[in-house]
């Protein structure tokens, strides 16, 4: 664990201008705001990862997203997404309430942190695969921090699994030839890392069942027990 490394590395993200087309994008939608939001100041910068140093399971999403990320300064807070993430992480005991509404409204993750490949928001929630590849060094350097403690990642999506699986070889971790394709409930053993496919937290995946709380849940619940941590049991059917 280096939690002054992983601050400083969370301060050096924020200031980054890297990609052009990003840097346009998250700014805009800050000075413009979505009505609902138009009283409250928006984030508008690259958002870095969030949760404990100590951290044993990452989660790894996409992007941030324009009026949720973008606009609360903290990954998966302020929009539908979060919701669903971080009441699946609450009622696995793994965080301290269900909800993540802005940055400073007191959630805490238990030995979960919580980050992606890409940190500014993009049009249409679609990063370009340059854009992916430029963002790539954040990611290893998390990884590597976050590698003395580390036991376990979660990639919701196939996007973050291309992204991942390249940072992981980069970071120290010895990553399959050929590389291990994406799939829900994908499990690859590596060198003192287990790591899991999740389909992504997205409303078009939660809003059509492809992802229901109880899928998200047994991933999310396999991978904390993988890397050591306690989680809570559910009664069959709660929280669908």
């Known amino acids: 664990m280096d939690s002054s490394g992983l601050a400083a590395l969370d301060r050096r993200i924020t200031r980054c201008r890297a990609c052009p087309r990003l840097v346009a994008w998250r700014e805009e939608v800050a000075r413009t705001r979505r009505a609902a939001f138009a009283d409250q100041p928006y984030w508008g910068r690259p958002v870095p990862g969030f949760g404990p140093p100590d951290a044993r399971l990452l989660i790894v999403g996409l992007a941030p997203a324009a009026h949720g990320g973008n606009r609360t300064g903290r990954m998966f807070t302020g929009d539908r997404s979060g919701d669903v993430l971080y009441r699946a992480l609450y009622d696995l005991g ?5 909800h993540s509404v802005h940055r400073d409204d007191g959630l805490r993750l238990y030995g979960v942190r919580v980050t992606a490949p890409v940190h500014c928001a993009p049009p249409a929630n679609k990063p370009t ?4 590849d430029t963002c790539r060094p ?3 350097q998390e990884l590597r921090l ?3 403690g ?9 996007f973050g699994w291309q992204a991942a699986l390249p ?3 980069e970071a120290g971790w010895t990553v399959p030839r050929p590389r291990p394709a994406f799939a829900h409930g994908a499990h690859v053993r590596l060198d003192g890392l287990d790591l899991f496919g999740c389909f992504h937290v997205s409303q078009r995946n939660t809003f059509t069942g492809r992802l229901t709380p109880a899928m998200l849940r047994d991933v999310l619940r396999t991978a904390a027990r993988t890397a050591g941590l306690p989680v809570a049991d559910l009664p069959s059917g709660q929280g669908e």
């Open 167 to 169: 940072a992981l070889a």
């Open 138 to 140: 954040w990611l290893v």
């Open 129 to 132: 695969p340059g854009e992916r």
């Open 94 to 98: 793994l965080a301290s309430q269900p």
């Open 146 to 148: 976050l590698r003395p």
């Open 150 to 158: 580390l036991r376990a990642v979660v990639v919701l999506g196939a």
